[in-house]
């Protein structure tokens, strides 16, 4: 596997459903980052974690929760979504400790249905 | 706070026409720029960006970028246009100061034959 891999690609789950997403980077990278791609609507950043260490949560309600073991590693764990929380879920990645300038590396995404 | 719009969200082209997509910022500081492509059923992938230096950034595919800090501008250049770069185009701004990407809403290239 090379890049940033994403799984599942395709997720659809009912309200009181417990799901979560995964990401891993093979690119050696130190920073690892959630988008929620809507449609119509511009990304917008969920969370960015540095070294393992979540550095930035832009108000992400808490039915969204993270997780990052290890550099390589990331997920979002789902519990009791919203059907306006179905969207392209994309993780990136990038070299430096998320510094501003950093080239982010994208995954394919995981596109989230909420029934 | 920062925003970024993106002025067209479909240009139809020819293949082998010019095309450009247009992006403005609105920053109160200092800025980095970049601009993302889509393709169907992908992430992103880096075309170019802008750190500082040389104010016309060429990028991957053949496209180029102006920074033009006066009209606080970034659009995105292709001399020829080929079906290939039929996809969604994403123009993103961070503060130099900042980590996060603020992205415009996109364009999408639709290149016809």
């Known amino acids: 596997e090379t890049g940033v891999t994403q799984t599942p690609r395709h997720l659809v789950m009912g309200m009181t459903n417990k799901k979560s997403l995964k990401c891993e980077q093979h690119l050696g990278h130190n920073a690892m980052y959630w988008y929620k791609q809507s449609a119509k609507k511009p990304l917008e950043l969920m969370f960015v974690y540095s070294l393992e260490e979540r550095v930035e949560n832009n108000s992400v309600p808490s039915r969204f929760s993270p997780e990052c073991p290890n550099s390589s590693h990331l997920f979002l764990h789902l519990h009791t979504l919203q059907p306006e929380d179905s969207a392209l879920y994309l993780c990136a990645s990038s070299q430096g400790g998320a510094q501003a300038g950093d080239t982010q590396y994208f995954g394919p995404g995981t596109r989230l249905t909420v029934l | 706070a920062q925003s970024v719009t993106q002025l067209d969200s479909q240009v139809p082209v020819f293949e082998e026409a010019p095309v450009e997509l247009r992006c403005n910022y609105s920053?109160?500081?200092?800025?980095?720029l970049f601009w993302y492509v889509q393709y169907p059923n992908q992430g992103l992938q880096l075309l170019l960006k802008y750190l500082s230096g040389s104010t016309l950034v060429k990028g991957i595919n053949g496209f180029e970028a102006e920074f033009n800090k006066s009209q606080t501008s970034f659009h995105l250049r292709k001399p020829s246009v080929h079906i290939s770069d039929t996809a969604e185009y994403f123009c993103a701004v961070s503060d130099t100061g900042r980590r996060a990407l603020t992205f415009g809403s996109g364009t999408r290239l639709q290149v016809q034959p």
């Open positions: 920053s109160s500081v200092s800025v980095y």
